[in-house]
């Protein structure tokens, strides 16, 4: 609060102003509040009401922010898993097969970034159905019999991903009646993710659609 000294009929006067009237403190507030929003709220007498409503705001994000780290954090072992698993799942039947390519390109481990492809995960972490790994190579001219070879290898990567998420379908109705309500119910939650992205990369990889494994089922099913 401070005094402004006016000039009247009766001689000097002072007029006491408060910085809810000031309008440059009524501007600063206005910018702030303009960045959330909250403009509206930036009236002469009201800037105690704005306050509070950037705090409240601020508040929010910073609940958005740790709600998007959570589902970040609960993602990324599903997704990782999922996508190794299922490549490796192509490259051990190549390789059982009698094809070393996927030995000799090192792609025969459980370390995700071996099969890392940014643009598929990425995808995969925003929508959660649909996405790739870095695609195993294998060269059916290392087969006996190429045409089965290639059938099996093209239905491991889907095969395996519904067989995960069967097996987290049983272990999510085994653990719910233990894990409810105790700090380990993130488990259950990341269950459910799993049962979900699984049967979606199952889904999704066998659309007949190139590059896509369900291509080459067609592929191989089809006579010669």
């Known amino acids: 609060m401070h005094a ?7 001689g000097n006067s002072w007029k006491v102003s408060h910085p809810c009237l000031d309008h440059r403190s009524i501007g600063i507030q206005q910018d702030k509040a303009r960045s ?25 994000a910073m609940n958005s922010l740790a709600y998007f780290l959570v589902q970040i954090v609960l993602l990324t072992v599903p997704i990782l898993f999922s996508l190794t698993v299922h490549e490796l ?12 390519t996927p030995k000799l390109a090192r792609r025969l481990t459980l370390n995700p ?3 890392m492809d940014i643009v598929g995960i ?7 159905s649909f996405g790739w790994a870095k695609p195993i190579p294998v060269y059916p001219g290392n087969f006996d019999k190429p045409k089965t070879a290639m059938l099996i290898v093209a239905l491991a990567g889907p095969g395996s991903n519904i067989t995960l998420a069967l097996l987290s379908a049983a272990s999510y109705q085994s653990l719910s009646p233990v894990l409810t309500h105790t700090y380990f119910h993130p488990m259950l939650l990341m269950l459910m993710l799993m049962i979900k992205i699984n049967l979606s990369l199952a889904i999704f990889n066998l659309i007949p659609m190139p590059p896509l494994d ?3 089922i067609v592929k191989c099913l089809l006579p010669d």
């Not at 959330?36 to 929010?60: F, K, M, V, W």
């Open 214 to 216: 369900g291509s080459h």
């Open 36 to 60: 959330y929003g909250l403009e509206h709220l930036c009236l002469p007498g009201g800037i105690q009401a704005a306050n509070d409503d950037l705090l409240t705001a601020q508040s929010r």
């Open 4 to 10: 402004d000294m006016q000039n009247g009929p009766r």
């Open 89 to 100: 799942c192509h490259g051990y039947s190549a390789y059982l097969f009698g094809d070393p």
């Open 122 to 128: 990425t995808l995969l972490f925003l929508t959660r």
């Open 113 to 115: 970034f071996r099969h």
